[in-house]
């Protein structure tokens, strides 16, 4: 029997968070801080098996609505600007760039593996996440792209494909 691949694309309205944040333009310029409304989407693509299905697609849906869920309602920092400064007490962290020391609550803000909170940083931050959940570690994938928008018309992505 012949075998052939798909493309899947996972695009649901619930697929969303909503985080404050500000974009850092260079050491000493930054945005206020103020909020988005994202959303995110994945196109996937895997082989067809016998029964005519690639694999259950709940197991993304519900992987990407954890993602989203993980950092909703959050003040987002990237932890690996390197125009920030990050030191924290029992209560607060504290966020340094250039003169101004930036306040937040523990319990406000998440911390993100990425450079800067921007819809390219977190297009890449998600793709990484849902290639090491453990619902989409064993699935036959063959290439993912995750989108990530900020707005209407406003999307980044980044793409992943097992290498030949």
């Known amino acids: 029997m012949e075998t052939n ?21 260079d ?4 945005e206020n801080l103020h909020g988005h409304n994202y959303r995110i ?12 299905l690639t694999f ?7 992987t990407m609505k954890q993602l989203c869920e993980k950092i909703d309602e959050q003040v987002l ?24 020391r930036l306040p937040f609550l523990k319990r406000d803000i998440t911390l993100l593996p990425i450079r800067n909170i921007t819809v390219e940083e977190l297009s890449s931050y998600f793709l990484d996440c849902f290639l ?15 989108k990530c928008s ?3 018309g406003q999307w980044a992505s980044s793409d992943w494909s097992q290498e030949a």
């Not at 691949?5 to 333009?25: A, C, Q």
């Not at 050491?27 to 930054?30: F, L, Q, T, W």
């Open 5 to 25: 691949s798909t493309r899947i694309e996972i695009s649901k309205e619930y697929l969303n968070f909503s985080v404050g944040h500000f974009t850092i333009f």
């Open 27 to 30: 050491k000493s310029h930054r």
């Open 41 to 52: 989407a994945a196109e996937i693509e895997s082989s067809v098996g016998e029964d005519g």
């Open 56 to 62: 259950d697609y709940n197991l993304i849906k519900r």
């Open 77 to 100: 920092i990237p932890e690996r600007s390197p125009f920030l400064s990050i030191d924290e007490d029992k209560q607060y962290v504290y966020v340094q760039f250039d003169k101004e």
């Open 132 to 146: 090491a959940h453990q619902a989409v570690k064993p699935l036959p994938i063959t290439k993912v792209t995750i």
């Open 150 to 152: 900020s707005g209407d």
